[in-house]
């Protein structure tokens, strides 16, 4: 596994944090069916700690985690249901 992904563990513990539910639309997520999103990215220096770590339905990763497979990230601190301080809200 490269050291650029989250480990199962920091997975685990942003889907608890956020109580399952994606970052950005709220929707209720099953288990493993969200996507683990680097909110700063790893060309940008962002680590695959559990700060760094949000999860988000597959819809909200495509449109609003990435602009298109060539401009990869969209650098965003606006998850409506991610609060700045890391708790959801
Ligand atoms: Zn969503
Ligand atoms: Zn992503």
Redesign the pocket.
Known sequence: MSPKEFTQDVKDRAYIRQKHA?A??G?KLAVDSGFAHFKKPVELGGDSTLQNCVI??Q??HLQYGHISKWAKFVITQDYPYFAADGLPH
């Open positions: 994606c950005h639309c929707e988000l339905c819809k909200c």
